[in-house]
Every structure is written in structure tokens, then in C-alpha cells.
């Protein structure tokens, strides 16, 4: 009776289960890595770190004296004075979110952020100086918003943290937004698309040569600035 049991039950050999491919990820881009500022000391290191977010709060102090200059001109239209408001009202808002990172975060300990942030403040000085021209004002916005996204993409890859990921995409969709705005206003405003539209007795192409439309663009910018600082200290009050 046992042998007979014992000759049915029959264990078959299991197959050996394939091992999955060991995919290895790098929590750190070596190239990225590299840029890490490190003097071999901790307490040095920081030092020097804190010595360069000082050097670059000198030179947001010196973009904001030197663009209170502008106010100091006698004649002023009001869509000039509209568009100044507009890129200092940016530069304010750098220097708040600059300063709250600096409280917030942990300190940025690549070289590649903030050589960065010494280009984003040159730049904010040109917006200040050269806003005259509504095309610049947007290539400028579009510039600056791509390099906040560069800015968070480097954080991310020496970093890996989710909420630094939300972030970097969240500056790249303003950047397409700002760049699409650029790309909207550029044809509108060539001689080859004209937009005639008879709306009670008013015709759209004479509002357009008053600046109506340039005004609208100016509204539509300083509303997403806006919501641009909503979102992004929305984005680092939350947890990963």
C-alpha cells in the first residue's frame, strides 16, 4: 500500500525560475556628479557654498538699485511704465523664491546651479534695462523659465527626489506656455497674418497698432508669473 502510494506521487523537478535582468539605475548622473562642490571638508564645503549664495543675493541687490533707476526718467507712457513694472515685479519674485529656498531646502551643492543662477541674474538685469521691446520682454521670459527648468533637471539628477521631479516638469510646461504666447504674438504681429474684425464698429488691426493686444499679452504674462509662484511653492509644501 505505501509503495503503491509512493509510485503515484511523483515530485517533478522544478525549472529554475530565470533571473530578470539587473537593470541597474544610478541614483547620480556621473556627469552631473562631478559639478558636486566638494573641498574635502564638510564644514568647508558649506562655507563656500554660503559665500556663493551671498555673492549672488550682492548681485540681485545690485539688479534691483540699478533698475529703480529707470523710474527716475522724466518721460514715462504708461506702456512702458506697464512693462517695467512687469519684469521688476519678476525680479522681485526671483529674489523671494531665491531667499525661500535658501530657508526652506537644503543647500545646492552643484556648480552647474549656480552658474545658473549667475546667468539668471544677468539675465534679469537686460529685462530690467531692455524692456522697450515686447519681443524681447517674451524671448526673455522664455529664456528664464527654460533656464529654471534646467535648474531643477540638474537638482534632480544629482538628487532623485520626486519633489524636485514635479518641479523641473512643472517649469518646463511654462516654458512651452511662454514659448507658445512668444509664437502666437510673433505671427499675429507680422505683416503676413492681419486680422481684420468689424466688432461695433471697431476695427481689431487699428486696436492692434494702440498697443491693445501688446497690453493683453503684458496681462496674460504678469498672470502667470503669478500663478507660476503659486505653483511651485504649492509643489515644495507637499510631501514626496
Sequence with gaps: MCKRFRQ?????????????PNFHVPE???????????LGDESKTEKFIENLRELISIMFAIVLALGLEKFNQTEFSPYDLFVLLLAYSLVISSWW??????????P????????????????????????????FLMSAYIFIFFLYFLW?????????????KNAAYNNFKFTLFFLF???????????????YLQIE????????????????????????????????SRIYKSTE
Design 28 to 38: 547620480k548622473t556621473d556627469f552631473i556628479e562631478k559639478f558636486n562642490i566638494n
Design 108 to 135: 545646492e551643492k552643484n556648480t552647474l546651479c549656480y552658474l545658473i543662477d549667475f546667468i539668471l541674474v544677468i539675465t534679469y538685469w537686460f529685462l530690467i534695462n531692455k524692456t522697450q521691446n515686447i519681443l
Design 8 to 20: 503515484k506521487i511523483r515530485f517533478k523537478p522544478q525549472r529554475p525560475i530565470p533571473k530578470k
Design 201 to 232: 464698429n471697431v476695427n481689431f488691426y487699428e486696436l492692434w497698432n494702440h498697443n491693445i493686444i501688446e497690453y493683453l499679452i503684458l496681462i496674460i504674462i504678469s498672470f502667470t508669473t503669478f500663478h507660476y509662484r503659486l505653483e511651485i
Design 97 to 106: 523664491g531665491y531667499h525661500w529656498g535658501r530657508i526652506q531646502g537644503p
Design 152 to 164: 531643477e533637471k540638474i537638482r534632480f539628477l544629482n538628487e532623485r527626489n520626486t519633489i524636485i
Design 181 to 195: 504666447l512668444f509664437i502666437l504674438f510673433y505671427l499675429l504681429k507680422t505683416e503676413n497674418i492681419k486680422i
